[in-house]
């Protein structure tokens, strides 16, 4: 049972979360491919495929006479940018939102155990370090941007987001 308020367990669920992930950037880990992890929903960074981490909601629920359920729901955002280079090495003469959608998939889940929802699913992590008594993916929400080029004859920009619904809950005492 655990004596911390319930925004702090929030927070540290966030903090492992993203540590975990930026952990599985390395060569041979499960995100290899993936340039940055951020702790925020809206990826300032210009670095692409990345993937930005953000604590939506926490609410108590009643449970027992000395526990509260805590729900902590996050949106983890995974996009993937088709750019020339990418295009082609997907077999395709221009980018295009299949090459952004190709490398969203891998960085979703490849079907060999690598990808965020790889990580996510582990039964290691589901505990997400303690913090935690359980967690779930609830949804993904796929969703496609496409931005024209500033000036004519500038290359549009494509990207590919993924926004996976995530829930952890934890068992807190009463304060």
Same mark, same amino acid.
């Given at each position: 049972m655990s004596v911390l308020a319930p925004e702090d367990h929030s927070s540290l669920q966030w903090a492992w979360i993203v540590s975990t992930l930026q952990s599985e950037m390395t060569a041979g880990k499960r995100i290899a491919s993936v340039k940055a992890v951020e702790p925020s929903l809206s990826l300032w960074t210009d670095f692409a495929p990345a993937v930005g981490v953000q604590l939506m909601d926490m609410r108590e629920e009643g449970?027992?006479?000395?526990?509260?359920?805590?729900?902590?729901?996050?949106?983890?955002?995974?996009?993937?940018?088709? /750019?020339? +280079? /990418?295009?082609?090495?997907?077999?395709?003469? %221009?980018?295009?939102?299949? $090459?952004?959608?190709?490398?969203?998939?891998?960085?979703?889940?490849?079907? /060999?155990?690598?990808?965020?929802?790889?990580?996510? #699913? $582990?039964?290691?992590? #589901?505990?997400?370090?303690?913090?935690?008594?359980?967690? /779930?993916?609830?949804?993904?929400?796929?969703?496609? +941007?496409?931005?024209?080029?500033?000036?004519?004859? $500038? +290359?549009?920009?494509?990207?590919?987001?993924?926004? %996976? $619904?995530f829930t952890a809950l934890q068992f807190v005492a009463i304060q």
């Open positions: 449970y027992s006479t000395s526990q509260h359920k805590l729900w902590s729901d996050f949106i983890i955002q995974v996009s993937a940018q088709s /750019t020339k +280079e /990418t295009a082609a090495a997907n077999g395709y003469s %221009i980018p295009n939102l299949s $090459d952004a959608m190709l490398q969203l998939k891998a960085l979703i889940s490849d079907g /060999t155990g690598k990808g965020v929802c790889s990580i996510l #699913r $582990d039964p290691a992590n #589901r505990t997400l370090g303690g913090y935690a008594a359980q967690s /779930t993916i609830k949804s993904i929400h796929y969703q496609p +941007e496409i931005q024209m080029g500033a000036t004519a004859g $500038d +290359e549009p920009i494509i990207w590919a987001h993924a926004f %996976i $619904d």
